[in-house]
């Protein structure tokens, strides 16, 4: 892990969950060679934002020696624990994410929230939802009408963020500011899916995009 460095916008990368409807680590299952959270490091790495924050939680040294075989000496990250990581979620991951943000990298405009079950998401699509974004804005993707991840929340947002009574989902937050999102619009159907089961897994596999549409 290098000394993490900032630039207009991070990458906050989830993976605390406790994968319980797939019925076993979900991000460390076999996919293209690697692993689910590898195949989305390697995205987050590809594209530009920086540095990448990993809230870990659940099985949180199997998921560390993962991202440690996937991830460079090049690269800068962070690794946060969630320590609410057992309530499942997902905003109690993004809050320390950004509060970890909030404390080290103060060059930072806005983070990209990214899932690790998402296997398909690309590098391009993360820095087009970044750069529609801007130190005010929550930007996010959509593919033929349907929102997809990862979801950028800049700078002037995260106290909002912060603010999230203990149980409360994000959908919440995009609802009371959905005027403020600013949508992108993709030819990538790769940014609907997330792999919650072996069946939806083997059909990211195979590229079957139907079973998320």
């Known amino acids: 892990m290098m000394t993490p460095s900032s630039t207009a916008c991070a990458a906050i990368v989830l993976a605390a969950g406790s994968s319980t409807r797939f019925g076993a680590n ?43 075989g996937a991830l460079g000496d090049d690269v800068p990250y962070a690794l946060v624990h969630n320590p609410e990581h057992a309530s499942g979620e997902m905003a109690s991951s993004i809050k320390v994410g950004v509060a970890w943000l909030l404390a080290n990298a103060p060059r930072a405009q ?14 391009a699509v993360m820095d087009r939802v970044a750069a529609a974004g801007g130190a005010a804005g929550i930007a996010a993707p959509r593919h033929r009408g349907q929102r997809g991840h990862p979801v950028y929340f800049g700078r002037a947002v995260w106290p909002e963020v912060l603010a999230l009574r203990a149980g409360a989902q994000m959908r919440a937050l995009l609802a009371a500011r ?36």
């Open 110 to 123: 806005g983070a990209l929230v990214v899932p690790g079950d998402m296997p398909l998401l690309s590098a």
């Open 178 to 213: 959905a005027e403020a999102i600013r949508w992108v619009d993709v030819d990538d159907p790769g940014i609907l899916v997330d792999v919650d089961t072996p069946e939806a897994l083997r059909a990211a596999e195979r590229g079957d995009y139907s079973a998320f549409s």
């Open 26 to 68: 979900k991000l460390l299952q076999p996919f293209r060679g690697g692993c689910v959270l590898g195949a989305v490091l390697a995205a987050a790495t590809a594209a530009r934002a920086r540095p990448l924050v990993i809230v870990t939680g659940h099985a949180a040294a199997a998921v560390t020696a993962a991202i440690e």
